[in-house]
């Protein structure tokens, strides 16, 4: 099954945000060692910044998000889907929970993006990310995952 770009344009975001435009292949980088990602991103103002921007992810490979390996997730239920919930991203230079890496130290930042991504069978990986400040809870995160256009029928409850 193919996801379209107009599949990753939820009709909930946080207010202020406008679509900015589509990424594809491993260049989008949200997920690793998958060439078929899509990514639409959405931002906020002018200026294009990680605390500032929504990033709505696709996955056909369903990988997971990169910028969390290894962190603890809080596993939820979206519309009957699994789902994982990162409340931050490892992020580069010393920080809290700063672990040391061969690219040297990265630390565990909860104010810049947390993420929900949903493991829908046979179709992939959806995930969400955004600053905490304009979505605060996992809650919101699974509001805008639910309100993709075809949400419904991934789930079953078209």
């Known amino acids: ?5 107009t599949d ?5 975001v946080p207010s202020g945000f406008k679509f900015f435009g589509i ?4 260049l989008a ?4 060692d998958d060439d078929g990602q899509v ?5 906020l103002g002018s200026e294009f910044e990680l605390a500032r921007t929504l990033s709505v992810c696709f996955s056909p490979a369903g990988r997971s998000l990169n910028c969390v390996e290894g962190a603890k997730p809080t596993y939820l239920t979206i519309g009957g889907l699994d789902a ?11 920080g809290p929970g700063q672990q040391d890496t061969v ?7 909860t104010t810049t993006q947390h993420s929900l991504q949903v493991f829908v069978p046979e179709v992939g990986t959806v995930a969400v990310r955004v600053s905490p400040a304009y979505a605060p809870s996992h809650d919101e995160l699974g509001r805008i995952a639910a309100s993709l256009p075809q949400f419904a029928n991934w789930s079953g409850q078209a």
């Open 39 to 43: 990514v639409a991103r959405y931002r």
């Open 1 to 5: 099954m193919s996801v379209l770009d």
């Open 103 to 109: 690219m040297g130290p990265v630390h565990w930042d």
């Open 23 to 26: 990424a594809r292949g491993a």
């Open 29 to 32: 980088g949200e997920f690793n």
């Open 84 to 94: 994982q919930y990162f409340d931050g991203h490892w992020a580069p230079g010393p």
């Open 8 to 12: 990753l344009k939820p009709h909930r």
